[in-house]
T-cell receptor
C-alpha cells in the first residue's frame, strides 16, 4: 500500500507570494492533518480534515488555510508569505477508529521563503 | 499554554545497550500518547502508542511507560541498534475525536558503535 505522498518536496518562494501544498493520504484514510516543523518551534499542529470538513485548527493566523476533497486528498495554502513561514510542512493521514489511531506522516514539503 | 516537553535534548548509548527516552506532559486531559521516530529528511514514523487507561505497553523491542501521577512518559528501546539513531518525539492528544497532536521538542538518540 502506498504511503502518504506530498508534493512538491521542495519549494522556494518570495515574501508576499502565496503557496499551495498538496497531500495524498493512504488509500482508505479519511483524516488528514497538517503540521509545521521548524527548528525553533518544533512540530506544531495546523489543522485536521475529515470528510472534507475541518474538525480542528491550531494557533496559526488566517493566512494558513486548507481544504480536503472528496477523494480525501488535501491541500494547504499560505498567503502573503513571510520569512518565518520557512519550514517543513508535514501531512499525516489516519483511519477513523474508535480507539487509538496511528497517524502516518508523509516526507514533507520543505518551503523556503526568501 | 500547556505543552509536552522532553527532559534531555540528546542521548548517546552504546550499541546493544538499552535506551530510555523521557517525556513530561502537562495537560492532564490528554488521553492518548504516541512516540514517533524521525530520521533525517523523513517524516515522523509511528513507533508505539498508549492510552491513558494503561500504564505500560510493549511492542517489538520497545516499551512505553505512562505515569499519570507525575505526568511522565518514557520510551524504552531494548538492544539499541545503529538504525535506531534518530530524533524521538513524544506527542499527546487531548482533542478527543479529532486528530490534533501536541509534540514535545524531541530527543536526538545517537547509537555509538
Amino acid at each position: 500500500k502506498a504511503g502518504v505522498t506530498q508534493t512538491p518536496r521542495y519549494l522556494i518562494k518570495t515574501r508576499g507570494q502565496q503557496v499551495t501544498l498538496s497531500c495524498s493520504p493512504i488509500s482508505g484514510h479519511r483524516s488528514v492533518s497538517w503540521y509545521q516543523q521548524t527548528p525553533g518551534q518544533g512540530l506544531q499542529f495546523l489543522f485536521e480534515y475529515f470528510s472534507e470538513t475541518q474538525r480542528n485548527k491550531g494557533n496559526f493566523p488566517g493566512r494558513f488555510s486548507g481544504r480536503q476533497f472528496s477523494n480525501s486528498r488535501s491541500e494547504m495554502n499560505v498567503s502573503t508569505l513571510e520569512l518565518g513561514d520557512s519550514a517543513l510542512y508535514l501531512c499525516a493521514s489516519s483511519l477513523q477508529t474508535g480507539g487509538g489511531y496511528e497517524q502516518y506522516f508523509g516526507p514533507g514539503t520543505r518551503l523556503t521563503v526568501t | 499554554g500547556e505543552s509536552v516537553g522532553l527532559h534531555l535534548p540528546t542521548l548517546s548509548v552504546q550499541e546493544g545497550d538499552n535506551s530510555i527516552i523521557n517525556c513530561a506532559y502537562s495537560n492532564s486531559a490528554s488521553d492518548y500518547f504516541i512516540w514517533y521516530k524521525q530520521e533525517s529528511g523523513k517524516g515522523p514514523q509511528f513507533i508505539i502508542d498508549i492510552r491513558s487507561n494503561m500504564d505500560k505497553r510493549q511492542g517489538q523491542r520497545v516499551t512505553v511507560l505512562l505515569n499519570k501521577t507525575v505526568k511522565h512518559l518514557s520510551l524504552q528501546i531494548a538492544a539499541t541498534q545503529p538504525g535506531d539513531s534518530a530524533v524521538y518525539f513524544c506527542a499527546e492528544d487531548s482533542s478527543g475525536s479529532a486528530r490534533q497532536l501536541t509534540f514535545g521538542s524531541g530527543t536526538q538518540l545517537t547509537v555509538l558503535p
